[in-house]
């Protein structure tokens, strides 16, 4: 079992930065592949970004790419988002996920992650 827990959620207005953190606890961290999702009220969890058990990144280009930076530290095993030039159409909860099981380029799909955090509400206000 892997427990994920998120912080850094918050209110901001528009054009301001936020910082999410994933902290993961029970297993190797280094093994997992880590994503964020999120998802707004009515609408589908959507993939925003994944990093690899040796640090490849994906984003979800079309909504975040340039503005939205994940990395991770192993030795603290955790995941973080950085955001910034922050929008009303981010704001949604995020959710911190990990795999192991599939290969990395089902990093987009919420289907591909075992193990899932409770989430951190993100609102910006325009």
């Known amino acids: 079992q892997v427990q994920l827990v998120e912080s850094g959620g918050g209110l901001v207005q528009a054009g301001g930065s936020l910082r999410l953190s994933c902290a993961a606890s029970?297993?190797?961290?280094?093994?997992?592949?880590m994503g964020w999702f999120r998802q707004a009220p009515g609408k589908e969890r959507e993939f925003v970004a994944a990093?690899?058990?040796?640090?490849?990144?994906?984003y979800n280009a079309d909504s975040v790419k340039g503005r939205f930076t994940i990395s991770r530290d192993n030795a603290k095993s955790t995941v973080s988002l950085q955001m910034i030039g922050l929008k009303p159409e981010d704001t949604a909860v995020y959710y911190c996920a990990a795999f192991r099981s599939r290969p990395f380029t089902e990093a987009t799909t919420s289907s591909a992650y075992e193990y899932w955090g409770q989430g951190t509400q993100v609102s910006v206000s325009s």
């Open positions: 990093i690899s058990w040796s640090r490849t990144t994906l």
């Open positions: 029970g297993r190797t961290f280094s093994d997992y592949n």
